[in-house]
């Protein structure tokens, strides 16, 4: 009886994220495939954006000879790390409801929600590797090994931080609105336009515990062979992510019948 239940119990779980998963891409892309190219276009504008607007100005690269690369290898992470943070955090209060069918359970909705922008995440990068190749933009990295493993800890570090924000979502919806806030002061303090290591000591002491900026510079330390960062911890995002995923798991765990309250 134990083997065939753990069979069943793996089914009822895949067909519980693919059903989350279906309901959260066709309420998100307005059931259209014009949705779809919305949901793409929206993180892909906002780095082309930013891209087009320091070219126009005429600004140097901060390291390197290309704004565009710069910026980009700063943006994809914090893309990548906000995206995943803000919106498994949203999908808890738009799918609050579902948490009154016995088999769903907000881990189920968060990790839904996690496979969702990881693969948009994926789509929107490989766009923008597109578009900077027909540009001719040079966009392949020194170490690829450094780059994939700078963005598994981005990941990681997204997923972990959106997990604790979901559980405190749920009680206290208003952190919703607060944690927007955090993603703008987190935005200008991760080095995406300036080059950490050149700063101060004394603000270099407090930026070095910025859990986003250390993935934004082990991303950087992948595509520049030459850039040397006094900053980079490569452990410290890794342990961040992976102790906000223990605290957002056991939170649930422990309070995981008063949510519902």
Same mark, same amino acid.
Request: net charge positive; glycine share 6%.
């Given at each position: 009886?134990?083997?065939?239940?753990?069979?069943?119990?793996?089914?009822?779980?895949?067909?519980? #994220?693919?059903?989350?998963? *279906?309901?959260?891409?066709?309420?998100?892309?307005?059931?259209?495939?014009?949705?779809?190219?919305?949901?793409?276009?929206?993180?892909?504008?906002?780095?082309?954006?930013?891209?087009? *607007? @320091?070219?126009? *100005?005429?600004?140097?690269?901060?390291?390197?000879?290309?704004?565009? *690369?710069?910026?980009?290898?700063?943006?994809?992470?914090?893309?990548?790390?906000?995206?995943?943070?803000?919106?498994?955090?949203?999908?808890?209060? @738009?799918?609050?409801?579902?948490?009154?069918?016995?088999?769903?359970?907000?881990?189920?909705?968060?990790?839904?929600?996690?496979?969702?922008?990881?693969?948009?995440?994926?789509?929107?990068?490989?766009?923008?590797?597109?578009?900077?190749?027909?540009?001719?933009?040079?966009?392949?990295?020194?170490?690829?090994?450094?780059?994939?493993?700078?963005?598994?800890?981005?990941?990681?570090?997204?997923?972990?931080?959106?997990?604790?924000?979901?559980?405190?979502?749920?009680?206290?919806?208003?952190?919703?609105?607060?944690?927007?806030?955090?993603?703008?002061?987190?935005?200008?303090?991760?080095?995406?336009?300036?080059?950490?290591?050149?700063?101060?000591?004394?603000?270099?002491?407090?930026?070095?515990?910025?859990?986003?900026?250390?993935?934004?510079?082990?991303?950087?330390?992948?595509?520049?062979?030459?850039?040397?960062?006094? #900053?980079?911890?490569?452990?410290?995002?890794?342990?961040?992510?992976?102790?906000?995923?223990?605290?957002?798991?056991?939170?649930?765990?422990?309070?995981?019948?008063?949510?519902?309250?």
């Amino acid at each position: 009886m134990l083997g065939t239940s753990e069979p069943r119990l793996l089914s009822t779980q895949f067909n519980v #994220l693919s059903a989350l998963m *279906l309901r959260d891409i066709r309420t998100r892309m307005l059931g259209s495939s014009w949705g779809f190219l919305v949901v793409i276009a929206w993180p892909l504008s906002h780095i082309l954006l930013i891209v087009i *607007l @320091h070219s126009a *100005l005429g600004r140097l690269a901060p390291f390197g000879d290309s704004i565009p *690369l710069w910026v980009a290898t700063g943006a994809v992470p914090f893309m990548i790390f906000s995206y995943m943070s803000r919106f498994m955090m949203l999908s808890v209060l @738009h799918n609050r409801p579902l948490l009154y069918f016995p088999v769903i359970f907000i881990t189920d909705i968060l990790f839904a929600r996690a496979i969702i922008e990881i693969l948009n995440s994926a789509i929107v990068v490989i766009f923008l590797i597109l578009i900077f190749k027909i540009e001719g933009i040079y966009v392949e990295p020194a170490k690829a090994s450094i780059v994939f493993s700078a963005i598994f800890a981005t990941i990681l570090l997204g997923l972990g931080v959106g997990i604790l924000n979901g559980i405190i979502a749920a009680f206290a919806p208003a952190w919703a609105t607060g944690y927007a806030l955090v993603i703008v002061v987190l935005w200008i303090s991760s080095g995406i336009m300036f080059v950490p290591s050149a700063l101060p000591e004394q603000a270099q002491q407090i930026l070095i515990y910025h859990p986003v900026l250390q993935a934004i510079e082990w991303f950087r330390t992948g595509y520049y062979s030459d850039y040397n960062s006094t #900053l980079l911890m490569t452990w410290y995002p890794l342990a961040f992510g992976a102790a906000a995923l223990f605290l957002g798991l056991f939170a649930e765990r422990i309070f995981r019948g008063k949510i519902l309250s």
